[in-house]
């Protein structure tokens, strides 16, 4: 895979079951360690760094099997990445970052409630927080919208485009609805490379991409 992102993009990754898409991402972020080749973020080369410095320069990854603090509280949840964030943003409090994070997803008044007793759809927007509380600079989206409803999916929508004024997405997703709603350019995975890329528009004509993903 040959794959580059422009800074203040938001670029939708799909393809397939089993195409690559979370190894690709994980490849990315530093779950996964690549067997050959080099991975750069903002001209350094991360090839070898763990997932933690990672997160120091500003890569932030949010799972495609929803990974918080389950005994915790929301803001607990958030906290805890709000104090990784706060050398970016001088002058805010914890509890400020914590709260800002929380209202953006829609949970603010869910602060004080255990994770635990969220619905799925409101775990994964709890994940999305403390990825924002991250304050990345990169953040990839691993399927985020699954188990939302369509009220949930609109806000995340609207939640996204207000990300992409301050960061760069890299958003994996079947809803092809928020994809084309969200995506500046659409990378296509197929069996780990790279089937095809392109504007929304270009690669919902592409003829290739029809056959092996959007059916024909």
Do not use: W
Request: include cysteine; hydrophobic fraction near 40%.
């Amino acid at each position: 895979v040959d794959f580059a992102l422009e800074t203040g993009e938001t670029r939708a990754l799909i393809g397939p079951n089993g195409a690559g898409k979370t190894t690709f991402v994980s490849l990315i972020s530093g779950r996964i360690a690549p067997t050959s080749g080099t991975i750069a973020f903002e001209g350094t080369d991360i090839t070898k760094m763990p997932a933690h410095r990672r997160v120091d320069l500003g890569i932030a990854y949010t799972f495609q099997i929803t990974s918080i603090f389950e005994n915790l509280t929301c803001f607990d949840n958030v906290a805890l990445a709000a104090q990784h964030g706060m050398h970016r943003e001088r002058g805010s409090t914890l509890a400020e970052l914590t709260h800002s994070a929380l209202d953006r997803v829609g949970l603010l008044e869910r602060a004080e409630d255990t994770a635990s007793t969220l619905a799925y759809g409101h775990k994964r927007l709890l994940e999305v927080g403390i990825g924002l509380a991250l304050k990345p600079k990169l953040l990839i989206l691993d399927e985020p919208t699954q188990g939302l409803s369509d009220s949930e999916i609109e806000n995340f929508c609207d939640l996204v485009r207000v990300i992409g004024e301050t960061a760069t997405v890299l958003l994996i997703e079947h809803n092809m609805q928020v994809v084309m709603q969200l995506a500046h350019r659409i990378t296509v995975l197929n069996q780990g490379k790279i089937l095809a890329e392109g504007t929304p528009e270009q690669i919902s004509n592409d003829a290739a991409v029809r056959e092996a993903y959007l059916g024909g």
